[in-house]
């Protein structure tokens, strides 16, 4: 099954649209409160519009926090000629960074050069972990969403500081579309597309990770203790703009979709033409 989150609360996504459910709570509060999508199945449903109509939602709370890791595909390490560290490069995104569904990618004035995309697969998750192995890491994850972790690159090569060059205003983009990715045949199973203006430019699968889910999500719990609702974005594939030197600019659009949920759909502004919202 897979759901959406809306301002009416949760939705079902079915063929041409969305079954609202009757469900207590929305979708973020859902799964900040340890719920599994699988406990939805039996919902009644109290209303259906059309996908194009629906009003959305953030799929997590405002207090959620997000982290992710550097170079965690294949393709990406071979395109790229880099070599793995001996440890995964593992970072967070400041809370600050997120934007409303449907936000725009805001080019910062003291940072517009370079600018870019990184389509992701994330994972919600709805048990908290800490110190925890790899079996019991893997049962925690409650969901999957698309994001698009955007960064400034001529910041990150700068500081060295990957949550700095990720933590601008906009550059916080996750879907509100999720589903359980046992019900999709795993998290290898799971594709990952980008597009920029219409084009492909990454197209991978969850197979493609260096450091597999359970394994990544166990190693972040021995250092602070992840919570329900919490994001971990699991890396971006070979085909972002700093293999090629194309960045992102003012009137650009990006579309990150996974698993065939709706495609989280970014427009970029110029930021420096007005304040972040």
Known sequence: MRYLALERGIGRLEDGGVAVLDAPMCLADFLAEGGRLADLEGAAVVDRLPLEGAR?????????????????????QEATG?????RPTLFSKAASAAVAPGGAIRIPASAPDCVDYEGEIAVILSSP????????????VGAVAAANDVTARDV???????????????????????LDPGTAGGFDALTLTTR??????????????????????????????????DVV???????TGDETRTYLGGGDAVEVEVAGLPALRSPVVDGRVGQPG
């Open 129 to 140: 972990l800490f110190e925890a192995g790899p079996d019991e890491a893997a049962s925690a």
């Open 156 to 178: 990150m090569r700068a500081t060295g500081n990957p949550s700095l060059a990720k933590s601008y205003p906009g550059f916080g983009q996750l879907g509100s579309a999720v």
């Open 56 to 76: 959305l939602a953030p799929v997590v709370r405002p207090s959620a926090a997000t982290w992710g890791i550097g170079l965690n595909y294949r393709s990406k």
């Open 233 to 239: 974005l699991t890396g971006t594939p070979a085909g």
């Open 82 to 86: 880099r070599s793995l560290p001996e």
């Open 196 to 229: 920029v203006n219409g084009d492909v430019r990454q197209s991978d699968t969850g197979a493609g990770l260096i450091y597999p889910v359970e394994e990544l999500l166990a190693l972040l719990s021995q250092h602070v203790l992840l919570r329900p609702g």
